[in-house]
């Protein structure tokens, strides 16, 4: 029969129910609350340790080289998959050069330290549906680097609702499984830069926590430093395990619609859309001109701040797509739409045809929404919906879409 006046104590250390709060009883030992804390903290170190450790094995490991091609042939390729914008596509593709060969250099010549090649950001102004995203995309393909696509939105200033500015480099991290030496080779491109503008030039009773704020935030990380990054993402918390990444080497894209862009470029130039000639002194231009005129001072006054200006060096302009050229997105890209509705159906063993009318019409109704190349797909949707919910239920084998077609379904 058990003694119930012996004093409970710790198996673990040794002490009795006076020096504790609880005591956890199994079979043939008890351990109290105090050791419970104790093990558990060392348990959180151990796999602190064991998460990193993983992390640094797999980043010894050595990464595959990076497929370094020429320019001319970065642009090549590119015109495969994107149809037009023919200056911005020379732009990104020796400024991704000149990152990238920067990079191979400073592995190969770690000792020389006579001229630092310092890294250029680039940052690529177009109307949305022009092809900024899909740009970036395709080159780090080609490359074969990690890719990630960060909403600038999102972030806040530190201690407020949203995500920190740290978060942009978790996704990267994610995209490479946590390989620290490749996503440290990465291309972040961060969209809707220009949704963080600073709100006014005049100083303001409240903070401006989604706009100026966030881009000071941004400095660190764009320059080139050593940041702490959250593997979850998320806020910050100061005892969370992070990640130290170092961005000198990522290559960040900022891109963006900046919508009233074009007025600050043409009140700087005193020029005008081509139109009724009111004085002698005025410029004419058509209005995609006006965006190719673009300087770093014009996006100053549109709200980014100089020192955020001064680390995205490479400046590119994407002009709005034309006619022509939102027809042959329809079917001359290695991507392009028509050809992924035929794939879609031959899947089924259908044979998909749209009539030279039907592309026009398409066409036509596409520039009226001013969506560029997104507004296409939201087109082809809407004439395929009933093609594509009738056709697999019947035996048909072939299908043409025609103008009168289209055009009863966009009526």
């Known amino acids: ?100 060969k920067r990079l191979i250099f400073k592995e190969k010549n770690k000792d020389d330290d006579d001229i630092i090649l310092e890294k250029s950001n680039i940052l690529m102004i177009g109307e949305t549906g022009t092809g900024k995203t899909y740009l970036a995309r395709t080159l780090a393909k080609i490359l074969q680097v990690p890719f990630t696509i960060a909403d600038a939105t999102s972030i806040t200033e530190a201690g407020y609702v949203g995500d920190d500015v740290e978060t942009v480099l978790t996704s990267l991290l994610q995209a490479c499984d946590y390989d620290l030496e490749l996503a440290e080779k990465g291309i972040v491109y961060l969209d809707e830069i220009d949704k963080i503008n600073k709100k006014g030039d005049n100083p303001s009773i409240t903070r401006d926590v989604g706009g100026e704020g966030v881009q000071q935030s941004l400095l660190k990380i764009l320059e080139g430093s050593i940041v702490n990054v959250p593997p979850n993402g998320g806020r910050k918390h100061p005892e ?116 030279e009318d039907a592309l026009d019409s398409i066409t036509e109704y596409a520039m009226t929404t001013q969506l560029g190349a997104r507004g296409l797909r939201a087109v082809c949707e809407k004439i395929m919906i009933d093609v594509m919910y009738e056709t697999p239920s019947k035996n048909q084998k072939e299908i043409i879409i025609t103008k009168e077609y289209c055009l009863q379904k966009l009526a």
């Open 1 to 100: 029969m058990q003694n119930k006046n012996k004093k409970k104590v710790c198996d673990f250390c040794g002490r009795d129910e006076t020096e504790f709060f609880m005591l956890i009883t199994g079979d043939d030992a008890s351990i109290c609350n105090e050791c419970v804390d104790e093990a558990n903290k060392m348990v959180e170190e151990q796999l602190g340790v064991d998460t990193s450790s993983k992390t640094r094995n797999k980043s010894q490991t050595p990464s595959k080289p990076i497929q370094l091609i020429t320019p001319e042939q970065m642009k090549q390729h590119l015109d495969k998959f994107v149809i037009g914008q023919e200056e911005a596509k020379k732009v990104l593709t020796v400024a991704v050069y000149n990152h990238y």
């Open 240 to 355: 969370a395990k992070m990640i130290q990444l170092n961005t000198d080497n990522i290559l960040f894209i900022c891109g963006g619609a900046f919508v009233g862009l074009k007025d600050i470029i043409s009140n700087r130039l005193n020029s005008r859309v081509i139109g009724f000639k009111e004085d002698g002194n005025k410029i004419d231009l058509k209005d995609e001109e006006i965006l190719a005129q673009v300087i770093h001072q014009d996006v100053k006054k549109f709200g980014l701040i100089p020192e955020i200006l001064g680390r995205l060096p490479i400046l590119i302009h994407l002009n709005p797509l034309d006619r022509k050229a939102i027809r042959s997105i329809l079917t001359e890209p290695k991507n392009a739409i028509v050809k992924q509705y035929q794939k879609l159906f031959s899947i089924d063993e259908i044979k998909l045809k749209f009539e």
